[in-house]
């Protein structure tokens, strides 16, 4: 295989969505409560970080096998195009040099965060009620949303750190006794939703109930959500490098065929466009963006 085969690939090439049932995202305006992640030793630190390769074909991420320990393809091919030196050893002209490094961008390993979170179902008239609106699930964030989570907006935020007795911080977000519920509400680019947001990209706002509540009135039925948490491995389940190649090799043997499916597929793309993606956009390239937008249109 060479790289001009892989270039014409990456560059042909857009996500297609696909459902994930365990992963939330913001659609409208809601009301949701981060919860500890119960599967692991410390479940308060319960914003799990992995890393995808997006771009790659009819998958919306392939998790990078690295982080279970096993060899990636997609990187050492990744490796190859960030080089200064083509196959052959010698200097890439800069044009190629230049354009490799876009491609790089596109498929290198990214980061992806998750928290567990669930729903609060509200009355007709937007008030929360006792009640949930499904089981819980992970919010796919981008790493603008965890910055405003684990920054001043609320870890960090003084007041609701004042007298805290368990030690705030990231308690102040999953605390099951004391914890802040979280108003997430959508705003669509171009202020297509009349919601007021200029950009030319959505923005998920972010405003914490200033008052702490207990996640649900008993012990028993926080118990009861607690044990309906998933595993990340529920939504995501973990690589190894004999399926990073096989999605490789299936993404190479593509060819046209996918090209006409992911030009029909990219205009319903957009309009599901989700949010926390182009906030902060990681390296500038819209499919790279797109591909993000695929892992939380669920
Ligand atoms: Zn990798």
Redesign the pocket.
Known sequence: MDLDALRNRINDLKNKTQKQGHIWKAKDKHVIRCLPYPHQADPDSAILEL?F?FNLGSQPG?L????FGEE?????F?EKLKSWNGEDGRKKPDAIRIADFKLFCQI??KSRYFIPVIERALDKDGKVTATFAGPPKFWSMSEFVVGELAGNKICGKEDFNEGRKDGGKLKILVSTAQGHDLTVELKKANNEDGKGNPKPFPVTDIDPKIRPTALAASKKEIDEILAKVPRIEDAYPRTKAAD?RKTWDAFMAEGGESKAEATKSAEPGKEHFPANNAEKPLTGTRSIEDAFGDLTNS
Not at 72 to 76: P, S, T, Y
């Open positions: 890393l390769h392939l990078c096998p690295t982080q990636c393809i997609v990187c050492e990744a290198q390993a990073a």
